[in-house]
């Protein structure tokens, strides 16, 4: 047992321990009212202070059953410890220092700790996010850095290929006008004269029973270009035309018609090719086919404005008559030698036809329906005027032709009734969807030779 004066000489924790064990009574013992939540300096709860032992008569403090002794009570440490209050009846006697110390800790450590915690808590939480949001800032940073320094790096790649290229072309046009003032200036041609002073007119020479060699006439055009293509040498020619010749079996014809033809379209100033086209295998002709194919295949490897579609039989006589196309489709064998020099009827196109690219292409070319000979020419008068053009006549007198003598193929029977239709047809069939297959194109001296399988009828 430890009296109140002895106990105020001892340590807090030898207090403690007395208070417990002992189970003193201390109503004598004194606390401050002022220093209620605490003890001195060094830990004692000092022996000076006044006692007021009201504040503590109302309440007893029972020490629970089996409590263990002090040191292992001690040991888990005093929040483990728990006190079971109830109201008291006895006085104020009963109670302990230690149940006075774990109210005091209740009262004051519990709150300011739980208020401090939370302030803790709450600065970490602030800390953390200052930390993420500089963490954040710092990244996105850095990757802006990054993608500069990639947006640079490209602008400056670029750069480099443009001034490279530019670089290039300057070099390249310098080099170019150094080589120009190296070599000996050629003078540009002028444009050859629409009335060519070289032509001949008129010739009475025009005689279809000669035999030609074609190795001849090869020797004398030498400057015919493979394929047949020639253009005059001291000027510009005022036309580039495609001379179509629908072929089959009449070798013998087109000697002739070569032998003559290409000198008048020399002495025209025309720059030209010529393209034979032949139908392949035995099944019944078909001229507008043909044609149209060879069209569409001379578009591809030659650039002309003028196409003109050539019967194999039929030989100019004036070189007047010009190989030439305008405003109009032109018929150019308006006089032939079988219908003494006159037009048979009004509205033939047949034999010799002149179209600009443009016109044969608005007229969708020829039909890809008459078979036999005969009605693929009228069929082209109707296309003609339902797309209002008109058809332009070469004057009689310089449109003169002979016709080589052989025997007719078998006459088309449906013509006449195919021609009621032809200007409903027009735009539904033609050249624009003409049956063909290419077999071959043969770049012969004197003409390129296209072979077509148009199919059968
Ligand atoms: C034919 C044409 C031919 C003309 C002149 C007409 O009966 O249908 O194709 O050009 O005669 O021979």
Redesign the pocket.
């Known amino acids: 047992m430890v009296t109140p004066d002895q106990y105020s000489f001892l340590s807090r924790r030898d207090q403690e321990k007395a208070a417990y064990n002992d189970e003193i009574s201390y109503s004598d013992l004194s606390r401050p009212d002022n220093n209620i939540c605490g003890y001195s300096a060094n830990g004692s709860i000092p022996s000076s202070t006044k006692f007021h032992s009201q504040h503590l008569s109302s309440y007893e403090y029972e020490k629970p059953q089996n409590l263990p002794n002090y040191s292992s009570l001690h040991k888990y440490g005093y929040q483990r410890y728990k006190h079971r209050r109830r109201k008291s009846s006895k006085g104020d006697d009963l109670h302990s220092a230690r149940d006075d110390f774990d109210e005091d800790q209740r009262k004051c450590g519990v709150w300011p700790a739980l208020f401090c915690g939370f302030g803790a808590l709450v600065a970490i939480g602030l800390i953390v996010l200052l930390c993420n949001y500089v963490e954040k800032k710092s990244k996105i940073e850095k990757e802006e850095k990054a993608n500069l320094k990639i947006s640079l790096i490209f602008t400056d790649m670029w750069n480099d290929i443009h001034l490279h290229r530019i670089a290039k072309t300057i070099i390249a046009a310098q080099e170019a006008a150094e080589k120009a003032e190296k070599l000996p200036q050629k003078p540009s041609l002028p444009l050859c004269a629409a009335i060519p002073a070289t032509l001949d007119g008129l010739t009475k020479d025009v005689h279809l029973n000669i035999e030609v060699d074609i190795n001849d006439i090869i020797k004398t055009h030498s400057d015919i270009q493979a394929g047949g293509e020639w253009k005059p040498p001291s000027c510009i020619s005022r036309h580039r035309l495609a001379i179509i010749i629908p072929y089959r079996d009449r070798w013998s014809h087109l000697k002739v018609l070569l032998y003559y033809l290409l000198p008048v379209l020399k002495r025209q100033q025309i720059h030209f090719r010529i393209f034979v086209v032949e139908q392949y295998g035995n099944f019944t002709f078909n001229k507008g086919r043909i044609m149209n194919a060879a069209y569409r295949e001379a578009l591809k490897m030659f650039d002309f404005h003028c196409v003109t579609f050539h019967d194999v039989d039929l030989v100019p006589e004036d070189d007047r008559n010009i190989y030439s196309c305008g405003e109009h489709p032109k018929h150019m064998s308006t006089a032939i030698d079988k219908f003494n020099y006159r037009l048979?009827y009004e509205g033939?196109v047949?034999?010799v036809l002149t179209f600009r690219v443009d016109h044969f292409q608005l007229v969708n070319g020829y039909s890809n329906m008459y078979w036999g000979?005969?009605?693929?020419?009228?069929d082209m008068t109707y296309r003609i005027l339902a797309r209002n053009l008109r058809v332009f006549r070469s004057p009689g007198n310089i449109a003169r032709y002979k016709m080589v003598k052989h025997v007719g193929r078998t006459v088309s029977s449906i013509?006449l009734k195919l021609l009621r239709t032809a200007a409903k047809r027009a735009r539904l069939e033609g050249l624009n969807n003409v049956p063909y297959k290419l077999l071959f194109t043969h770049m012969e001296k004197l003409f390129t030779h296209f072979m077509v399988d148009i199919g059968k009828p």
């Open positions: 048979p033939l047949g034999g000979w005969g009605g693929e020419d009228d013509r």
